[in-house]
């Protein structure tokens, strides 16, 4: 049976969460807040679109004001804040320097935790990013609507570079410095970048790793895919110290910090870019097909992540801001540089993994530096709380704010963030939202909402989702799940898959339109391609990709739930659920857990996982088998990868494992669950 058999794609789910109490916000969190008012969603409301998006625009400053706020002439291409002239790099530096000039922008956090922090003042960030800005130009001969990929590590550098780009209307294409050299090239290729940008080595789990031999598989597997790199910039975390075994090749390799001694000093002028003309591209590591290069805009895009940062994330300038994920994904663009750089927010950057060298290092971190918004993923919080479930404890820091992104979160799991590391005090958003969407879509508002452990929230302001079944009829609240998507556009959304805006209209808007010729926002639906259940208090709860879900005897169960209930036994770290071909059933859960760190695997844990799933879903989700692991496959971004364990559950061959996190546990678990001559215990 393939992968493709053993999915469900009927987007209704029997729903069998159980309601969860609500948390309110501190009233010492209330009065300090961004946003109050209640009156925001009325002004947000479709009533009111697509003029409420002012209000976003107006954070940002334009160099010429935009005439016209929606053009849908193009559809369902957006256009927004048609007729503006703007520079994100001038957004995000320049005008901060007369009020904030020596206010901290980052402060690196190396991970060697003897290597001192480097603060970077937004003074110095406009002179590294002009001089870095005056060496594309000049050294390389970039210009506006140019492609570049930066496939690069934590550090201070990744943000000059990237606002360099902007400041000049290059167009940026991060790569997750993690993936393969191989990975990078494709999206070399792509993109049609002639310049890759990346750094010599980093720190990672205590090792310092060789990242320059990447840039020479990237340039190859680019070159066998039609695309020549004519320069390859290598930064060096040493200054004047070359930390690689690779040999740089003449006329094509430089090192930045060489080539920069002859543009000290130098300013270039932002360019003035169309609010539509592209920030940047950043590919979704879809499981299956080729890499999607979503293209975001600069106008709306910026308007949407200085927005949304400002009343969900509610960064003051006067804050300490660490949004502890990777720059190299959306959440790093959207929530480490543009959004809090646009609003002149001082924000933490980290170079290492959360656990290193212990997993209290997060937190002594947080003491050190003051932070008091802390922004991580469930997959962040559940190691967290595996490997120092009593660590937060042990140190003085206060969190006013805290942000959980990327997958649902298990209210077990919430209420260990909520009550250990929040201390009680700080609000929690759940934010939904996906790379193609450049920002948040629903979350609550930290200081208008209660919290509901396991539920994103309502939509935020402008955006207005709506569930269908598979035959288009919208589905009411309180009743079953279905596709959720968002009937109107919104300034952040991207704006077409690079080199495929056939496939941009055919995967997210064909799904629930019926006339292709509209230039009405009102005939297309954004798919986001999540299945959800809205409940009666109008809180959205997102049960994962529709892709997800398991079909028993008929009976539709979404992973989230399964998982979720597994974690209620508190032995559990991490659970995951897949389809078990069934003869009588069709399909029948498959579960996988890992447990706490010091607790062994036994038959009482498994047994009462069953119980857990029983009791809160039903006997008909009953799992075939509770394999207890040593730790999921996982994406570098730290998804766990079902389909690799769906595989394994249905004998089926693996497949490319290469480019997770972990190969090696893929392996590992092959073996006890296929079984093997050489079989392993957990
Ligand atoms: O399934 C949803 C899940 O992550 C998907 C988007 O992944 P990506 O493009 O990598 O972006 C991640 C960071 C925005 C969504 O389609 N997802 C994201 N946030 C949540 C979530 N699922 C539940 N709750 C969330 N808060």
Not at 265 to 278: K, L, T
Not at 286 to 293: F, I
Not at 628 to 641: A, E, L, N, Q
Request: hydrophobic content about 40%; proline content about 6%; aromatic content about 10%.
């Amino acid at each position: 049976m393939t992968d493709k058999e053993l999915r469900v794609s009927e987007a209704q789910i029997a729903v069998h969460w159980q309601e969860e109490n609500k948390f309110a916000p501190t009233a010492g969190f209330i009065a300090q807040a961004n946003m109050t008012d209640a009156e925001i969603f009325q002004r947000f409301s479709l009533e009111n679109f697509p003029d409420c998006f002012k209000e976003y625009a107006d954070l940002l400053d334009w160099e010429r004001y935009w005439h016209t706020m929606l053009d849908t002439s193009a559809a369902p291409s957006w256009k927004w804040f048609v007729g503006g002239l703007i520079n994100a790099s001038y957004n995000c530096v320049d005008r901060h320097l007369q009020q904030h000039g020596n206010k901290a922008a980052f402060i690196w956090v190396p991970e060697p935790e003897d290597e001192p922090h480097v603060v970077l003042t937004y003074q110095e960030l406009y002179v590294r990013v002009n001089e870095f800005a005056a060496l594309l130009r000049d050294h390389c001969g970039l210009k506006a609507g140019d492609r570049v990929t930066i496939h690069m590590p934590m550090v201070l550098e990744l943000p000059i570079t990237m606002l360099a780009c902007a400041r000049l209307g290059i167009i940026h294409s991060v790569v997750f410095g993690g993936f393969s050299g191989h990975a990078c090239g494709e999206r070399i290729a792509d993109s049609g970048s002639k310049v890759l940008i990346t750094m010599d080595s980093y720190y990672r789990n205590g090792k310092l790793l060789d990242h320059r031999v990447n840039g020479d598989l990237a340039i190859a597997s680019a070159r066998d895919l039609g695309q020549e790199v004519e320069k390859m910039l290598v930064w060096r975390r040493k200054q004047g110290e070359y930390q690689s075994r690779s040999k740089m090749v003449e006329q094509r390799d430089f090192f930045v910090d060489e080539l920069l001694a002859d543009y000290r000093g130098v300013r270039v002028d932002p360019i003035p870019m169309p609010a539509e003309a592209p920030l940047f591209l950043m590919y979704t590591s879809g499981t299956t097909g080729q890499p999607k290069g979503c293209q975001h805009s600069t106008g709306g895009y910026l308007a949407y992540a200085a927005g949304t940062s400002k009343y969900i994330q509610d960064i003051h300038p006067e804050d300490v801001y660490w949004c502890m994920a990777d720059i190299g994904w959306i959440t790093g663009h959207s929530y480490i540089v543009y959004g809090p750089l646009a609003l002149g927010a001082t924000g933490v950057l980290y170079e290492g993994v959360p656990t290193y060298p212990d997993a209290g290092r997060p937190w002594r971190i947080a003491e050190q530096l003051n932070v008091n918004i802390f922004h991580t993923a469930p997959t962040t919080v559940r190691t967290l709380r595996k490997a120092g479930p009593d660590e937060p404890a042990k140190y003085n820091f206060k969190f006013k704010h805290m942000t959980t992104v990327g997958e649902p979160i298990e209210p077990e799991v919430w209420r260990w963030y909520y009550h250990s590391v929040g201390k009680g005090e700080a609000v929690i958003v759940d934010t939904w939202w996906q790379t193609e969407t450049g920002g948040f879509l629903c979350s609550t508002m930290p200081a208008l909402h209660p919290m509901k452990p396991g539920s994103t929230g309502p939509a935020v302001p402008g955006i207005h989702p709506i569930i269908y079944d598979d035959d288009g009829n919208e589905v009411p609240p309180g009743s079953t799940a279905g596709n959720i998507c968002i009937r109107n556009p919104w300034p952040g959304a991207f704006q077409t898959i690079w080199g495929d805006h056939d496939r941009f209209v055919e995967t997210y808007y064909a799904r629930y339109n019926k006339d292709p010729e509209s230039k009405d926002w009102r005939d297309w639906p954004y798919l986001t391609g999540d299945a959800a259940v809205l409940a009666e208090d109008g809180y959205y709860r997102i049960l994962g990709r529709v892709d997800d879900v398991i079909n028993v005897a008929g009976h539709r169960l979404g992973t989230k739930e399964l998982e979720s209930a597994s974690l209620i036994v508190k032995e559990v770290a991490e659970a995951a659920v897949v389809p078990l071909r069934d003869e009588i059933k069709g399909r029948v859960p498959d579960m996988y857990i890992s447990l706490k760190p010091n607790t062994k695997a036994s038959k009482k844990i498994e047994a009462a996982v069953v119980r857990a799933i029983e009791e809160s879903i039903g006997k008909i989700a009953r799992p075939k088998n509770v394999w207890i692991v040593p730790d999921m496959p996982k994406t570098r971004s730290g998804k766990i990868m079902r389909r690799i364990l769906t595989a394994i559950s249905n004998g089926r061959d693996v497949g490319d494992v290469t480019t997770l996190a972990n190969p090696d546990v893929v392996e590992h678990i092959r073996q006890m669950v296929q079984g093997d001559d050489t079989k392993t215990d957990a």
